[in-house]
């Protein structure tokens, strides 16, 4: 085996990261709200995340979600600079969490989704009734009149 594979990023280190990111986040004055309003089940949208990083970083494809939609379901309750909050703030536990050779593989992903997801919420115009729609479709439940 080489030293590649045992230096790389694991799926413990994943779930510590996300741990400690989510803690942080429901702690946050102005994030927390947020997050709080919209998530009832935590353990479910704590495994959603790790699915997704793992998906991002070791490509295990276990991540299924749909971000962009789910994000615009709450463009009304979010601003812009949100997310320079949210990126530092995934900075830090990051820097904590990630040995610093391997941190580019969490950070690069991080701002280049933030990115695209504040351009889909706030620069194109959406219906959020449509989106919704949208989501319930390919999530196999009923539209919403
Ligand atoms: C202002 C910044 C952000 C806020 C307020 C926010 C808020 C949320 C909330 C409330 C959910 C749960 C949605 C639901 O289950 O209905 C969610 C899900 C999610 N977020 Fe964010 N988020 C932010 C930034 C980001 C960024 C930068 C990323 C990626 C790097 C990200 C990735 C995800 C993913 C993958 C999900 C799961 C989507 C799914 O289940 O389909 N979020 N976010």
Redesign the pocket.
Known sequence: MTNEYQDGVSEEMISALVHRFYDAIRDDTV?GP??N???TEWDH?LQ??CD?WSSITLKTRR?????M???Q??AD???PD??A???DL?KQVVEDEIPSHLQVEFLE??????QS??MGMFQVPFDKKEVQNQLNLLEGKNEVA
């Not at 991540?63 to 971000?67: E, M, N, W, Y």
């Not at 992903?109 to 933030?114: E, K, Q, S």
């Open positions: 994030l947020i997050f309003e919209r998530i949208h959603t995340m997704f991540f299924q979600g749909r971000p939609l789910k994000h379901l709450i309750r979010t601003r949100n997310f909050r949210w990126l995934f992903p991080a701002a280049r989704i933030a997801l504040q």
